[in-house]
């Protein structure tokens, strides 16, 4: 048996194969568009991201030094917003970490709500790469979709999700949201009240090294697991 290990880049994949003394037995990389609608904008599919990690498992798999999953380990890019629906359906391309277009809700952010606020209740400022920002540009420019919104899900807690089914992050990521309390280790009810979220529409809180799921039956399946 062994260990997988998925790392959500910006451009692409790497997925490797880890033997039991933590040596990598196969790796690959599966790579993916990024999409730039206007100036200052940065999108992504988060279809390419599974079409390309399943393909990735698939050839891992099917090949003769494969003996088996134990444990599989997912890290990726930060601060991305994907947004999905009651069925847990994407509602719109995912808005990178590198994406600006927030610069008024930032600026709304740290000087309306203050700076003071901010660092009391999460510990940071308002960065334009930061999710809180993303979810008041789709509150402002999208409504129609944000109010479609029942769970707020960064990259790689989405490739988590396909995976167990599971709404789940990790301190470190939360951390990058601009919703997470840092001194108290919970979701800022303030901030999801500034940003008209609902807390349960957040994901669940982890520990890195947590597991937080099982994988799901039919992927199991699907894989000869």
């Not at 910006?10 to 990598?24: D, F, G, Q, W």
């Not at 206007?38 to 030094?65: F, H, K, V």
């Not at 799901?216 to 697991?225: F, M, T």
Request: hydrophobic share 40%; proline share 4%; charged share 25%.
């Amino acid at each position: 048996m062994g260990y997988l290990g998925i790392d959500l880049g910006t451009s692409a994949v790497k997925i490797s194969y880890v033997n039991k003394k933590l040596e990598i037995v196969k790796s690959l990389i599966k790579a993916y568009p990024i999409y730039y609608p206007q100036d200052g904008w940065a999108e992504q599919n988060p279809d390419d991201w599974w079409l390309a990690i399943e393909t990735g498992i698939e050839e891992l798999i099917s090949g003769e030094n494969f003996t088996g999953i134990e444990a599989i380990g997912v890290t990726g890019q930060m601060h991305g917003l994907v947004p999905l629906n009651k069925a847990g359906k994407v509602i719109r391309p995912a808005i990178l970490w590198n994406d600006t277009r927030t610069a008024k809700e930032t600026e709304f952010l740290n000087k309306e709500i203050g700076k003071v606020v901010l660092l009391q209740e999460t510990g940071n400022i308002a960065f334009a790469g930061f999710t809180a920002p993303k979810i008041l540009w789709l509150k402002n420019n999208e409504p129609e979709n944000f109010h479609k919104i029942e769970h707020i899900l960064l990259p790689k807690d989405y490739i988590v999700y396909k995976l167990s089914g599971e709404f789940s992050t990790d301190y470190s990521d939360a951390s990058g949201t601009l919703f997470l309390n840092v001194a108290s280790r919970k979701w800022s009810k303030k901030m999801c009240e500034i940003c008209s979220v609902k807390e349960q529409m957040l994901p669940n809180l982890h520990e890195s090294n947590e597991v937080v799921g099982e994988l799901k039956p039919d992927l199991v399946s699907a894989w000869k697991l």
